[in-house]
């Protein structure tokens, strides 16, 4: 996608690496596949196990791998097709200075239906796991488990010998860290913003995700495996154009209407907050998408998705969108279940704050909530017997999500013994940091004095 011309923000940069989009797949039966295109489904032998990254070994199983796979994800990563027996097997070798090298070259089977096949893959899949190229290691962790791509790239400054300094490198990862976190909380729930909700699971469903840094430090690629990882790299597929689009829609016309409409497409303050970090001090940013070419592409996306581009002039629009999300996204009505962990009031009588470890009714960790001097009572009475209680009230966008206004109908829930012999083990283990946290103002009960 073309990028608008502005001036950088901050210092010179330098051109984004060149991507390697992949084309639709084409029918069967189907020789081994130039650059760039996809290999198709497979049923030759058993698909790649699934499972978490730590359920694969170092290298992959040669009787699993696809030919087809492996030859277009070489293409993928910039690897050359230099020839080899028509029909039989094709020569590869690495990009870069070793690309002419004899003895990092690659020959790849064209099938499985030889009786050398799965030799040559072993001898191959041994070739790449001692290659030196970077993009070697990327090739077998697309082998190990079938993964779709996230690139960034930032144009920045080069630092000593072409590197980049280490806060730029760092700012690289929060920004990957907090756009993938946007995408798998928008598979959640679509919001402006989202604040504390769902996002202990939306983090826990990008614990299978690792990552690699590109050469220099200017660029990094996160690999979803399929399974787990497809819904966030499919939103954030739609996300990132709706985002672009908005964007675009802006800067054009002054209106911020687009930004409303590109909330259902999974753009959110965390969203925008991502790009901006992505793209502060540089000359421009991107991301690409690539699909796992032992799975193809999702329904709905682009075979070969175009990279989306972000430059210094897009940040006033995406810090207002934003902005706007954060004001505009209204407070939730619940009822919910929670412990009590902490109590704190100005004086021995009166209403007080008390806060919940929630259980249930609310995709958040904890909730602060003002009660009143009954209400503050019964969840004291509640936290000394290990009982969790129940409120309802009004999560507020302020904040986070993560406070509980207009409480009512406080009342401790009856829960079964197990539950309750963990409530008091932890309430045990707790106290004496509950008791050194009750400064002046805070309860160690439901009655005592400010300490």
């Known amino acids: 996608m073309h990028r608008p011309t502005d001036e950088p923000e901050n210092g010179a940069g330098h051109g984004s690496a060149p991507m390697h989009p992949l084309s639709h797949p084409r029918p069967r039966p189907q020789p081994h596949p130039a650059p760039g295109e996809f290999p198709g489904h497979w049923t030759g032998v058993p698909a790649a196990p699934a499972g978490p990254w730590a359920d694969a070994g170092e290298t992959p199983d040669p009787g699993r791998v696809d030919p087809r796979v492996l030859g277009a994800l070489l293409a993928r990563h910039g690897w050359r097709r230099r020839g080899g027996a028509t ?45 030196p190229a970077p993009s070697a290691r990327e090739v077998l962790t697309g082998l190990t488990v079938p993964s779709d791509e996230i690139r960034w790239w930032r144009d920045v400054p080069p630092g000593p010998a072409g ?121 421009g940013a991107g991301i690409a998408l690539e699909w796992s070419p032992a799975a193809g592409p999702p329904e709905g996306c682009a075979a070969r998705p175009e990279p989306v581009e972000f430059s210094p002039g897009d940040l006033p629009a995406l810090r207002a969108a934003g902005a706007r999300y954060l004001t505009g996204e209204p407070s939730v009505p619940v009822r919910i279940t929670g412990a009590v962990v902490r109590m704190r009031r100005s004086g021995p009588r009166g209403g007080g704050t008390v806060r919940l470890r929630v259980l249930a009714g609310a995709e958040v960790g904890h909730v602060r909530v003002g009660l009143d001097e009954e209400a503050y009572r019964t969840a004291g009475h509640a936290h000394l017997v290990g009982l969790p209680i129940r409120v309802v009230g009004r999560l507020e966008s302020r904040g986070g999500f993560r406070r509980l206004t207009d409480a009512v109908d406080v009342v401790p829930v009856q829960v079964d013994e197990a539950v309750r012999d963990r409530l008091m083990k932890s309430l045990q283990e707790d106290l004496e940091l509950f008791e050194e946290a009750c400064g002046p103002g805070e309860d160690r009960g439901p009655d005592a004095a400010p300490g």
């Open 87 to 131: 029909g039989r097997y094709s020569r590869w070798s690495p990009p870069g200075p070793e690309a002419g090298s004899r003895h990092t070259s690659l020959l790849v089977p064209e099938s499985r239906a030889f009786p050398d096949s799965e030799d040559l893959l072993g001898e191959a899949l041994t070739a790449l796991a001692r290659c």
């Open 163 to 283: 590197a980049v300094p280490w806060p730029v490198q760092e700012q690289l990862r929060t920004a990957a860290r907090g756009v993938l976190l946007a995408g798998a909380l928008a598979v959640r729930g679509r919001a402006g913003y989202h604040g504390a909700r769902n996002r202990r699971r939306a983090q826990a469903s990008l614990d299978s995700v690792v990552v690699g840094a590109a050469p220099g430090g200017r660029g990094l690629t996160a690999f979803l495996p399929v399974g787990p990882g497809r819904p966030v790299a499919v939103r954030l597929y739609h996300a990132l154009y709706a985002a672009r689009e908005a964007v675009d829609y802006q800067r054009a016309t002054g209106g911020m209407d687009a930004f409303d409409t590109a909330v259902e497409a999974g753009v959110s303050r965390e969203l925008t907050e991502a790009l901006v970090a992505l793209v502060r001090g540089t000359e």
